[in-house]
Nanobody, 120 residues
Framework: VQLQASGGGLGQPGGSLRLSCAAT????????MDWYRQAPGKQRELVAT???????VYADSVKGRFTISRDNAKNTAYLQMNSLKPEDTAVYYC???????????????WGQGTQVTVSS
């Protein structure tokens, strides 16, 4: 079971980027899925989370600009980032609280980071 993040890159201030996080493997269900980010010299912080019922929670710093969503049929979560700011520059990580397969539950699954840089 793995989480594969994609979609990072260079964005302009005021622009948009979309991140994807796909879970691979023989997956039965996934609990909450989250996006975290870590800027240079700073601690990793929670950006947004969506549970299996699609209830969402956002960090105050991204409310109204970022939207987290998920497609349960594709075992994929997305982070639509609009109105980007330079302070959004960070490595973004996807995370799943737990992933259930037909034979076991994998707790606390992390994907590899994807760099997001916001600069003109």
């Amino acid at each position: 079971v793995q989480l594969q993040a994609s979609g990072g890159g260079l964005g302009q201030p005021g622009g948009s980027l979309r991140l994807s996080c796909a879970a691979t493997g023989a997956i039965f269900s996934i609990n909450a899925m989250d996006w975290y980010r870590q800027a240079p010299g700073k601690q990793r912080e929670l950006v947004a989370t969506v549970n299996s019922l699609r209830t969402t929670v956002y960090a105050d710093s991204v409310k109204g600009r970022f939207t987290i969503s998920r497609d349960n049929a594709k075992n994929t979560a997305y982070l639509q980032m609009n109105s980007l700011k330079p302070e959004d520059t960070a490595v973004y990580y996807c995370h799943a609280d737990s992933i259930k397969t037909s034979y076991r539950i994998y707790p606390d699954v992390w994907g590899q980071g994807t760099q997001v840089t916001v600069s003109s």
